[in-house]
């Protein structure tokens, strides 16, 4: 089946560095990707939708300026965490839309971000 | 009222235990309809995806969408230990593909 890598699976930063998290899709061109965050024991929470070769469009709420993302090629999507601060410790997640396969989404394995 | 409800349960089960998990929605113009369970600390990892109403079965999962009532079902047969997850409904309408998800049910499979 297809297959979605996000790297690195842990990070831990120092506040104030910046982190960036790599999505990948690995068998397929995806023109869309997403990215979420998630809270212990709560669901997924959009961040963005991230198309190719256009800006990302953030959900409300979410600050575009700190969380970058960069989506250059149909098969890898960035996520940029500026600034880390603590609060921004959490589970990140991406997913990609599989247009050959009806627009099925396919989620990478996320990335847990702790901020020291 | 949230686009999609879903009990967070937990449901506890013994093993070889038919579950049945549930999803409610109040957008009609939802079109695709799709189960993932996710382990902890994992992503999610997509389970059945179906498109409009009706069953579809693979192997021990079947899901079921009933699109009058607005209802989704996913059940799970000879239920194993190592089911024991998250399991989240999904959908999003024709047009978009930016699914709505519900809040995940974990469930516990018990030997």
């Known amino acids: 089946g297809a297959v979605v890598s996000q790297h690195p699976s842990r990070v831990i930063c120092k506040s104030g560095t910046s982190v960036k998290i790599e999505c990948r899709s690995l068998d397929f061109q995806a023109t869309t990707m997403f990215w979420y965050r998630q809270f212990p024991k709560q669901s997924l929470m959009l961040m963005a939708t991230?198309?190719?070769?256009?800006?990302?469009?953030?959900e409300q709420g979410v600050e575009k300026d700190k969380f970058l993302i960069n989506h250059a090629s149909l098969t890898l999507s960035t996520l940029t965490v500026t600034s880390a601060h603590p609060e921004d410790s959490s589970f990140y997640i991406c997913?990609?839309?599989?247009?050959?396969?009806?627009?099925?989404?396919?989620f990478g394995e996320g990335s847990w971000l702790t901020v020291v | 009222q949230k686009e999609v409800e879903q009990d967070p349960g937990p449901l506890s089960v013994p093993e070889g235990a038919i579950v049945s998990l549930n999803c409610t929605y109040s957008n009609s113009a939802f079109q695709y309809f799709m189960w993932y369970r996710q382990y902890s600390r994992k992503g999610p990892e997509l389970l059945m995806y179906?498109?409009?109403?009706g069953n579809k079965e693979d192997g021990r999962f079947t899901a079921q969408v009933d699109k009058s009532s607005k209802y989704i079902s996913l059940f799970i047969r000879d239920s194993q230990p190592s089911d024991s997850a998250t399991y989240l409904c999904a959908m999003s309408r024709g047009g978009s593909y930016i699914p709505t998800f519900g809040r995940g049910t974990s469930l516990i499979v018990h030997p």
């Open positions: 997913s990609a839309r599989d247009p050959d396969r009806g627009n099925t989404i396919y």
């Open positions: 179906t498109y409009s109403s």
């Open positions: 991230s198309n190719e070769g256009s800006k990302a469009t953030y």
